[in-house]
């Protein structure tokens, strides 16, 4: 096992004991690394996932690894019912909602002259419309208990532009927005909002979703430009993992961010401050 696939041996395995996280589109990828953080310090964990099979054999898996409380809730950020469902069940079978974790993201390649509206609208509901949801799902559980933490995961691309992101950066660029506006308004209920934005992790859902320009040098994520992607575009030399994020947004819902609200952390090894690289312009 490398320094990057431990979570137990960073930060005390009490660190969040007593403490319940939400975590949309926590059955895999990012969402299942930042699960894992959580659960090895101590915190419960609700899943939140469209795949019922999937965010129970996650549960599952942290309940064998990590022996604490974790259960799978099934549902669709796009739809508020399902996510005020999700905390009334959450609540009653693990106690609170302390933490929320915005993870749920939808995402593909497209020109923005081909681009669908049900394309443009899609990702614009899960980004956004499903991170806004969520927030209004748990604020009465965290003004009821007078603490809460909510991180949203974010990205780096709209801080420059991407070509063929219009949807996802516009989408992300928002929940940057709705981020820095809620810190202000819910702090006074003891609540902190933020939001972490990842440089290149290689999931397999991000594989999926980015294996389609039309050639090797705009191919991010697929089998043929991970080799050698890291030295060249990243100056700390490797690719993250979906615990580089988890550790982060672990250390912001500890008792070390009790003082950090409506910013938004940078978690991808120096890669967007790099030299511009080739960047997709079109997809066959």
Known sequence: MTSSDRTADVFSPDLVAGRTALITGGGSGIGYGIAECLAAAGASVSLFSRTEERVENAAARLRDEYGGAAIATVGDVREPEALEAAVTRTRSELGSVDFLVNNAAGNFYAPTAELSVNGWRAVIEIDLYGTFHACRAVLPAMIEGGFGRIVSISMTLHHRGWPLMAHATAAKAGVDALTRTLALEWARHGINVNAVAPGPIPTEGVKKAFSQPADESTDMFGERA???????????????????????????????????????????????????????????
């Open 226 to 284: 991970l080799e050698g992607f890291a030295e060249r575009f990243i100056p700390a030399g490797r690719l993250g993992h979906t615990h580089d994020i988890g550790r982060m947004v672990t250390f912001l819902c500890s008792p070390a961010g009790d003082w950090i609200t409506g910013a938004v952390f940078v978690v991808d090894g120096g890669e967007s401050l790099a030299s511009p690289r080739a960047i997709p312009t079109h997809t066959e």
